[in-house]
C-alpha cells in the first residue's frame, strides 16, 4: 500500500525514463537529501567528523569499485592503490599551484587516477576474474611502493607523510585544513558524493553503462553484437579509478587530513570489495548501504554497551566487536547473497502490496 | 523469519544503532582533571600495547589512591580503543576531547600516524597533543607546532644518541666503518634516515638502507644480504612489533653479533627479545628512559593498587617492564604538566589550554624525580615555548638473557650541533606550505 503506484500516470517518455519513475521514491530522496543538507550538520562534530566523513568518502570508493566490478564485471583489489594515486596527486597539484581552486584539485586527482587506472586496466583486455584480481593487486601494491620510494611524490618531507594545505571552496570558506569547519568539509563531501552519485546513476542507464553490462554478462556475444571491448572495459578502469582517486583525495584532504601512503594499504581495498559485496553487486544504493555497514557497524558496536550502561574494558569490546561484525557478514550474506541493496528492494516489493500479500 | 518480522527488526536496530553513535559522557563527576588514554589493547600490536597502557592508567590510579589526585583533584580516566589504526584514533579523539569538566587534558596517541592526523585538530581545538618518542621530530620547534610536545627525545635525537654511542665504542673514530639501518618501510621507519645521512657526511662512515616492508615477517634475504655481503660493523634497526623478534632471529641465524646490533625504542622491550630466546642474548637498545624494577614508584603502585586488587596488570611482576615503565615516562610527564599548570592558574580542572601552558613552563629537576620516586627511570627535562622537547636525554641497554641491564651512561644528543636547526627548517616547510606565521617565544 505504501509503495503503490496506481495513479502514478506517466504522461511522456521523459517521464517514463526518468531517473525515479515512482513519486515516493522521487519524495523520499529529496526528503533525504533535505535532511542530509539541513539536519545532519546540526548535529554535533563528532557525528559530523567521525561518522559522516568516512561514510561519504569510502562510498564514494564503493561507488567507483562497485562501477568496475558490479557494473563492468572487472574484479579489482586496486582500490587502495587508486585511492593513493588520487591522495598523492591532489596533494602534489595544491602544493605546485597554491591558487587552484579545490574542486579542480580534485577534479585532477581524478584524471590522474583515471590514467593510472587504464594503465592498470590493460591487462584485461587478455584475462579475467581470479587472474585479473590478482593482475590489479600489482597496482596496489606497485603504486604504493613506487609513493613511498620516490620522495618527490611526498615534496621530499623525510617522513612521507602528506598533510593536506588549507584551501577554500569560494572566498574564505574552507573545506580542508585546521581552519576547515566540521560543516563545511561535511556539505562539501556530500555534494560531492551527490553529485558523482547522479553521475554514475546516469552512466549505468546510458550507452556506456548498458555495453558494461554486456560485457559483465558474456564478453562474447557483447564483442559480437558490437561492443568494443578494450574501450568498454578500459572505460570501466579509467571512471572507476577517476572514483576511487576523487575518494583517495576527499579521505586526505577532508576527513584525515594527513596521510601516508600506508593509509591505502590492501586492507582499505579489501575493504571497498566488501562494501561492494555487502552492499549489492551492480546498485548504486547498494554502495552507500554497503559504506554504511561497514564504516557505521564497528562505531555502533564500539560505543552500544557503553549506552546500555555496561561498563566492559576496552580490549573486550573490541574482541566482541570482531566477533559480531564477523557473524553479521555471514548472516546478510546467506540471508541475502545479493546484498543489502536487493534486501531494500524486496522490502518494497512487501510494501506495495502490504497489507495484503499473497 | 517472516518479513514483519525482519521489519520489526531492522527498525528496532536503526533506533538502538542511532543511540549507540552518540559518544558517551564521560563518568558524570562534578569536579576532576579528565585525563583519557588511547590503548591498544588488541590488534596487531596488542603485546606491545598492553603494557604501555597498564603503565599509563597504573600511573594515573595510583595518584588517585595515594595522593587523591593532582594537587588534590581527582583524575577521571578513560580508556579509548585504537588498535594503533589511524581512523580509530581520530574517532577516539573526536569522542573523548569533551569529555570531563573541562575536556581532554592531553592526548597521548602512541602511533605515529594518528599522531600527524590529530596536530592541525588539536592545535585548532587547543588541545596539547603529547607525542612521546613518536610523530614529527621537527614538532619540538615549539614556535610553528604550539600544542605538540616531543619530550624527552625524537627519533632525530635518538639516531644521533646511537650514533655517539657507536662513535664511543668505536674509540672515538667512525670513518670507515659501515652501518647498516633495518627499518620499517613506513613514515616511522624512515624518521632517522635524514640524521643518519647527515652524520654519515660529519663522521664518514657508510651508511646502507634496508627497508623491510609491513609486517616484516619475512626479512631472510635482508639479513642474508647483510650477514654475507654488507658485512657492517654495527646494524641500527628502526623496528615495531613482530618485526623485532623476527629480525633478532635472522641475525643470529646469519651470525651477525648481537653486541653490535641496536634496535631504537620501539624495538627494545621484553616481547621483542623474549620470543628470540637464547639467540637475542647481548641485544642492545637504545631508550630514553632507564631500566628499572625496584623503584619508590614501583613499590607505591604495588602497595597501593597491587595489594588491593586494583592494578591493570595481570601479574604484579609486569610491573617494570620496559614498556610498563615508558608508560609511567607518559603518565608523569603529562600529570606534571597538569600539575604545572594548577600551580599557575589555581586547583581546579585544567583545559585544554592551560595544560599547554603547563607543559610548556614544565621543570622536571633531578629534585622532583626525586620525589616522585622515579631517580634513574628519567633524565630531568625542561621544557620552553620554542623547545617542546626539553632536552631529555637517551641511553643504550642490553639484554642479558633475563633482563634488561644499563650499556652506556646517560648521552646527551648533539641538539646545539645540528638538530635545533633540523627541527626548525623542517618545521619551518611545514609552517610553508600551511601558510602558518610562526609565533613569537619572547
Given at each position: 500500500?505504501?509503495y503503490?503506484?496506481?495513479?502514478?500516470?506517466?504522461?511522456?517518455?521523459a517521464?517514463?525514463?526518468?531517473?525515479?519513475p515512482?513519486?515516493?521514491?522521487?519524495?523520499?530522496?529529496?526528503?533525504?537529501?533535505?535532511v542530509?543538507v539541513?539536519?545532519?550538520?546540526?548535529m554535533?562534530?563528532?557525528?559530523?567528523?567521525?561518522?559522516?566523513?568516512?561514510?561519504?568518502?569510502?562510498?564514494?570508493?564503493?561507488?567507483?569499485?562497485n562501477?568496475?566490478?558490479g557494473?563492468?564485471?572487472?574484479?579489482?583489489?586496486?582500490?587502495?592503490g587508486?585511492?593513493?594515486?588520487?591522495?598523492?596527486?591532489?596533494?602534489?597539484l595544491?602544493t605546485a599551484?597554491?591558487?587552484?581552486?579545490?574542486?579542480?584539485v580534485?577534479?585532477?586527482?581524478?584524471?590522474?587516477?583515471?590514467?593510472?587506472?587504464i594503465?592498470?586496466?590493460?591487462?584485461?583486455?587478455?584475462?579475467?576474474?581470479?587472474?585479473?584480481?590478482?593482475?590489479t593487486?600489482?597496482?596496489?601494491?606497485?603504486?604504493?611502493w613506487l609513493?613511498?620510494?620516490?620522495?618527490?611524490?611526498?615534496?621530499y618531507?623525510p617522513s612521507?607523510?602528506?598533510?593536506?594545505?588549507?584551501?577554500?571552496?569560494?572566498?574564505?570558506i574552507?573545506?580542508?585544513?585546521?581552519?576547515?569547519?566540521?560543516?563545511?568539509?561535511?556539505?562539501?563531501a556530500?555534494?560531492v558524493a551527490?553529485l558523482?552519485a547522479?553521475?554514475?546513476?546516469?552512466?549505468?542507464?546510458?550507452?556506456?553503462?548498458?555495453?558494461?553490462?554486456?560485457?559483465?554478462d558474456?564478453d562474447?556475444?557483447a564483442e559480437i553484437?558490437?561492443?568494443?571491448p578494450?574501450?568498454?572495459?578500459?572505460?570501466?578502469?579509467?571512471?572507476?579509478?577517476?572514483?576511487c582517486?576523487?575518494?583517495g583525495?576527499?579521505?586526505?584532504f577532508?576527513?584525515t587530513?594527513s596521510?601516508?601512503?600506508n593509509a591505502?594499504?590492501i586492507s582499505r581495498?579489501?575493504?571497498?570489495?566488501?562494501?561492494v559485496i555487502?552492499?549489492g553487486?551492480?546498485?548504486?544504493?547498494?554502495?552507500?548501504?554497503g559504506?554504511?555497514f561497514?564504516?557505521?557497524?564497528?562505531?555502533l558496536?564500539?560505543?552500544?554497551?557503553?549506552m546500555?550502561?555496561l561498563?566492559?574494558p576496552v580490549?573486550?569490546i573490541?574482541?566482541?566487536e570482531?566477533?559480531?561484525?564477523?557473524?553479521?557478514?555471514?548472516?546478510f550474506l546467506i540471508?541475502?547473497?545479493h546484498?543489502?541493496?536487493?534486501?531494500?528492494?524486496i522490502g518494497?516489493?512487501?510494501?506495495?502490496?502490504?497489507?495484503?500479500?499473497? | 523469519m517472516s518479513?514483519r518480522?525482519?521489519?520489526?527488526?531492522?527498525?528496532l536496530a536503526g533506533?538502538?544503532?542511532?543511540?549507540a553513535l552518540?559518544?558517551?559522557?564521560a563518568q558524570?563527576?562534578?569536579n576532576g582533571?579528565?585525563?583519557?588514554?588511547?590503548?591498544y589493547?588488541?590488534g596487531?600490536?596488542?603485546?606491545?600495547?598492553i603494557?604501555?597502557?597498564?603503565?599509563?592508567g597504573?600511573?594515573?590510579r595510583?595518584?588517585?589512591?595515594?595522593?587523591?589526585?593532582?594537587?588534590?583533584?581527582?583524575?577521571?580516566?578513560?580508556?579509548?580503543?585504537?588498535?594503533?589504526?589511524?581512523?580509530?584514533?581520530?574517532e577516539?579523539?573526536?569522542?573523548?576531547?569533551?569529555?570531563?569538566?573541562?575536556g581532554?587534558?592531553?592526548f597521548?596517541?602512541?602511533s605515529?600516524?594518528?599522531?600527524?592526523a590529530?596536530?592541525?585538530?588539536?592545535?585548532a581545538?587547543?588541545?596539547?597533543?603529547?607525542?612521546?618518542?613518536?610523530?614529527?621530530?621537527?614538532a619540538?620547534?615549539g614556535?610553528?607546532?604550539?600544542?605538540?610536545?616531543?619530550?624527552?627525545?625524537?627519533?632525530?635525537?635518538?639516531a644521533?644518541?646511537?650514533?655517539?654511542?657507536?662513535?664511543?665504542?668505536?674509540?672515538?673514530?667512525?670513518?670507515?666503518?659501515?652501518i647498516a639501518?633495518v627499518y620499517?618501510d613506513?613514515?616511522?621507519?624512515k624518521?632517522?634516515?635524514?640524521?643518519l645521512?647527515?652524520?654519515?657526511g660529519?663522521?664518514g662512515?657508510?651508511?646502507s638502507?634496508?627497508?623491510?616492508?609491513?609486517?616484516?615477517?619475512e626479512q631472510?634475504?635482508?639479513w642474508l644480504?647483510i650477514?654475507r655481503?654488507?658485512?657492517?660493523?654495527?646494524?641500527?634497526?628502526?623496528g615495531?612489533g613482530?618485526?623485532?623478534?623476527?629480525a633478532?632471529?635472522?641475525?643470529?641465524?646469519?651470525?651477525?653479533p648481537?653486541?653490535?646490533?641496536?634496535?631504537?625504542?620501539?624495538?627494545?622491550a621484553?616481547?621483542?627479545?623474549?620470543?628470540a630466546?637464547?639467540?637475542a642474548?647481548?641485544?642492545?637498545?637504545?631508550?630514553?628512559h632507564g631500566?628499572?624494577?625496584?623503584l619508590k614508584v614501583?613499590?607505591?603502585?604495588?602497595t597501593?593498587?597491587y595489594?588491593?586488587?586494583?592494578?591493570?596488570?595481570?601479574d604484579?611482576?609486569?610491573v617494570g617492564?620496559?614498556?610498563y615503565?615508558r608508560?609511567?615516562?607518559?603518565?608523569?610527564?603529562?600529570?606534571?604538566?597538569?600539575?604545572?599548570a594548577?600551580?599557575?592558574?589555581?586547583?581546579?580542572?585544567?583545559?585544554?589550554?592551560?595544560?599547554?601552558w603547563?607543559?610548556?613552563?614544565l621543570?622536571?629537576t633531578?629534585e622532583?624525580?626525586?620525589?616522585?620516586?622515579l631517580?634513574?627511570?628519567?633524565?630531568?627535562?625542561?621544557l620552553?615555548?620554542?623547545?617542546?622537547?626539553?632536552?631529555?636525554q637517551?641511553?643504550?641497554?642490553q639484554?642479558?638473557g633475563?633482563?634488561?641491564?644499563p650499556?652506556?651512561?646517560?648521552?646527551?644528543?648533539?641538539?646545539?650541533g645540528?638538530l635545533s636547526?633540523a627541527y626548525?627548517?623542517?618545521?619551518m616547510?611545514?609552517?610553508n606550505?600551511?601558510?602558518?606565521?610562526?609565533?613569537?617565544?619572547?
Open positions: 500500500m505504501i503503490r503506484e496506481a495513479g502514478q500516470f506517466k504522461t511522456s517518455y517521464r517514463d525514463g526518468g531517473l525515479y515512482i513519486r515516493q521514491d522521487r519524495y523520499g530522496l529529496i526528503v533525504l537529501l533535505l542530509a539541513f539536519a545532519v550538520p546540526m554535533s562534530e563528532y557525528w559530523l567528523v567521525t561518522i559522516f566523513l568516512p561514510f561519504l568518502v569510502m562510498a564514494v570508493a564503493a561507488l567507483g569499485l562501477i568496475l566490478t557494473y563492468a564485471g572487472q574484479l579489482s583489489l586496486g582500490t587502495g587508486f585511492m593513493a594515486c588520487g591522495a598523492y596527486a591532489a596533494y602534489k595544491a599551484f597554491p591558487d587552484l581552486n579545490i574542486v579542480l580534485f577534479l585532477g586527482a581524478g584524471l590522474v587516477s583515471a590514467l593510472v587506472g594503465l592498470f586496466g590493460i591487462p584485461s583486455l587478455r584475462i579475467k576474474g581470479f587472474y585479473l584480481a590478482v593482475a593487486l600489482a597496482a596496489q601494491f606497485f603504486i604504493l609513493l613511498n620510494k620516490v620522495p618527490w611524490f611526498v615534496n618531507s612521507g607523510v602528506i598533510s593536506a594545505p588549507p584551501r577554500a571552496i569560494f572566498g574564505d574552507y573545506v580542508t585544513g585546521a581552519t576547515a569547519t566540521p560543516e563545511a568539509k561535511y556539505l562539501f556530500l555534494a551527490a558523482l547522479l553521475a554514475a546513476k546516469n552512466l549505468t542507464r546510458c550507452a556506456i553503462g548498458r555495453s558494461w553490462m554486456a560485457i559483465r558474456m562474447i556475444a553484437i558490437g561492443i568494443k578494450m574501450a568498454t572495459k578500459l572505460g570501466a578502469f579509467a571512471i572507476s579509478s577517476f572514483y582517486g576523487i575518494a583525495a576527499m579521505w586526505a577532508i576527513y587530513s596521510v601516508e601512503a591505502f594499504e581495498s579489501f575493504q571497498v570489495l566488501f562494501m555487502i552492499g553487486l551492480g546498485s548504486i544504493l547498494g554502495s552507500f548501504l559504506a554504511a561497514i564504516v557505521l557497524l564497528p562505531i558496536l564500539k560505543n552500544a554497551p557503553e546500555v550502561g561498563s566492559i580490549d573486550v573490541a574482541h566482541i570482531f566477533m559480531i561484525f564477523g557473524a553479521l557478514i555471514i548472516f540471508v541475502e547473497p546484498g543489502l541493496a536487493r534486501l531494500w528492494q518494497k516489493e512487501k510494501l506495495r502490496l502490504w497489507p495484503f500479500p499473497y | 518479513f518480522k525482519t521489519l520489526t527488526m531492522a527498525a533506533v538502538v544503532g542511532a543511540g552518540a559518544p558517551a559522557p558524570a563527576q562534578e582533571q579528565y585525563m583519557p588514554q588511547m590503548v589493547r588488541t596487531p600490536y596488542a603485546p606491545n600495547g603494557p604501555l597502557a597498564n603503565g599509563e597504573d600511573y594515573l595510583l595518584l588517585n589512591e595515594r595522593d587523591g589526585g593532582i594537587n588534590g583533584v581527582p583524575i577521571l580516566i578513560e580508556e579509548c580503543e585504537t588498535a594503533y589504526n589511524t581512523d580509530r584514533g581520530v577516539c579523539y573526536e569522542k573523548m576531547k569533551n569529555g570531563g569538566p573541562t581532554a587534558a592531553q597521548s596517541p602512541y605515529t600516524g594518528i599522531t600527524y590529530l596536530i592541525e585538530r588539536a592545535t581545538d587547543q588541545i596539547p597533543i603529547f607525542s612521546m618518542g613518536y610523530g614529527r621530530a621537527d619540538s620547534y614556535k610553528v607546532f604550539e600544542y605538540v610536545f616531543t619530550a624527552p627525545a625524537t627519533y632525530w635525537a635518538g644521533d644518541a646511537a650514533i655517539q654511542y657507536i662513535k664511543a665504542e668505536e674509540g672515538g673514530d667512525l670513518s670507515g666503518k659501515k639501518l620499517h613506513s613514515a616511522y621507519g624518521e632517522p634516515i635524514a640524521t645521512e647527515h652524520l654519515a660529519q663522521e662512515y657508510n651508511l638502507l634496508f627497508p623491510v616492508p609491513h609486517p616484516g615477517l631472510k634475504s635482508t644480504k650477514g655481503q654488507v658485512r657492517p660493523d654495527w646494524v641500527i634497526m628502526w615495531w613482530v618485526m623485532n623478534q623476527t633478532i632471529k635472522e641475525a643470529a641465524a646469519v651470525g651477525f648481537m653486541e653490535r646490533f641496536i634496535g631504537n625504542w620501539w624495538a627494545g621484553e616481547p621483542d627479545v623474549r620470543p630466546g637464547e639467540s642474548i647481548g641485544y642492545k637498545a637504545l631508550q630514553f631500566v628499572a624494577h625496584d614501583h613499590q607505591d603502585m604495588k597501593h593498587l595489594a588491593n586488587g586494583k592494578g591493570l596488570a595481570d604484579e611482576s609486569q617492564e620496559v614498556l615503565n608508560g609511567i615516562v607518559n603518565a608523569v610527564i603529562s600529570t606534571e604538566a597538569v600539575r604545572t594548577m600551580d599557575h592558574f589555581g586547583n581546579k580542572p585544567m583545559t585544554g589550554e592551560q595544560v599547554q603547563g607543559f610548556e613552563n621543570n622536571l633531578a622532583r624525580l626525586e620525589a616522585l620516586g631517580t634513574g627511570l628519567m633524565s630531568p627535562l625542561s620552553s615555548c620554542a623547545d617542546h622537547e626539553g632536552g631529555g637517551a641511553r643504550i641497554v639484554w642479558d633475563e633482563d634488561w641491564r650499556a652506556s651512561d646517560w648521552i646527551v644528543p648533539n641538539r646545539a645540528f636547526e626548525e627548517a623542517s618545521a616547510q611545514y609552517a606550505e600551511k601558510g602558518l606565521t610562526p609565533r613569537d617565544c619572547n
